[in-house]
């Protein structure tokens, strides 16, 4: 089974049906839950994504939905360790140099799925749009 990290703004398409991006979302929890693949995110992307979308869901709507995706995501907790080493790292974003120490804590992770590439430069994992990482797992 392959192991995907998700970035935030992978959670926020799927949650909002950002069009035409959700589509791309969806497959990946789709195949998740059909035990094809392994999602994970960090904690930080729960705290993001929630911060994004509570002006447009109700508290309840939007924790609901939060709590029904963790059934098909690992959520890598940030911790002082992740953040250190982040502050320290020669990547330029501080948050998606969380989101890339978060990613390779885990043993066998196979990619990083992200629409801000540009931010991911340097990472020492693979780095996909929604659309390349959905066609690699289609062959």
Known sequence: M????VDTNILVDLIADRKPHSKYAIDLFSRAE???IKLYTSSHS????HYLLKKYLSEKELRN????LTEYLTIIPV???KIKKSLR??????EDSLQIFCAVSIEKMECIVTRNIKDYKDCELPVYLPDEIIDRLQK
């Open 79 to 81: 911790d002082a360790e």
């Open 89 to 94: 790292s020669k990547h330029k974003d501080f």
């Open 2 to 5: 392959k192991n995907i990290f």
């Open 34 to 36: 059909n035990k094809k």
């Open 46 to 49: 729960v705290a993001t994504t």
């Open 65 to 68: 939905i939060l709590y029904s």
